[in-house]
């Protein structure tokens, strides 16, 4: 009998103990850092930074999400149609001014290279030219990248910063960056689309 309620006691402890044990293995097994698609997330914010450090600009915008693909277009689009808006009539802008010289100044003009009359200013680009200007690289998106790194050093999160995962769901995820002596990280958004992981930019640094 004595051996009886041993046994009894030994079970009840058994499966007492085994919710905590199962939940410290669910809980180690649910890891974020031990999702398959970590190595993918994080390198693709890795590049995202690499790419601005080396001023490429098509690899710039082609890791970022769509969400902040289109704002930087459209924020962009409307800047450059405000700026039209503001330039007098008549009065060429930086791209539309001519660049001739005294000799080659045709009848007509002043002989200063300057003509007689300004040619008519020609219109902002709409999104659509924005968008194919981002996308190439070409002088829009060589400004705007430009003027968003003087603001900001990519070596801030690429040697600066440690790196952690913070969540990893289907198709989001977050990475902890925490610049050396800093309290709290800055939580850099990912979102899978197209079959790959693309840097929410616009999600994590715009103000909401």
């Known amino acids: ?54 001023r490429d600009y098509p690899a710039i915008f082609a890791a970022l999400s769509a969400k902040s693909r289109e704002t930087i277009v459209e924020e962009t689009s409307s800047a450059l149609a405000a700026a039209a808006k503001q330039t007098p009539p008549g009065k060429p802008t930086a791209a539309d001014a001519p660049h001739a010289t005294p000799k080659e100044t045709p009848s007509g003009m002043a002989g200063t290279g300057t003509p007689s009359h300004a040619p008519a200013k020609a219109p902002p680009p709409d999104p659509e030219a924005v968008r194919g200007d981002f996308v190439a690289g070409g002088p829009i998106a060589r400004d705007y990248w430009d003027a968003f790194l003087r603001r900001f050093d990519p070596d801030v999160a690429l040697e600066q910063s440690r790196w952690e ?34 840097v929410g930019l616009v999600e994590t640094f715009w103000p909401r």
């Open 1 to 54: 009998m004595r051996a009886c309620r041993s046994l009894i006691g030994a079970t009840f402890l058994f499966f007492a103990g085994c919710p905590l044990f199962l939940a410290t293995t669910a809980s180690h097994a649910a890891s974020p850092e031990d999702h398959p698609a970590v190595p993918a997330i994080l390198a693709r914010a890795e590049s995202l930074f690499q790419s601005m450090k080396a």
């Open 165 to 198: 995962i913070g969540s990893v769901g289907k198709d989001r995820a977050e990475i902890l960056l925490t610049h050396h002596g800093a309290d709290h990280p800055a939580t850099l958004k990912m979102f899978r689309e197209d079959g790959g992981w693309k």
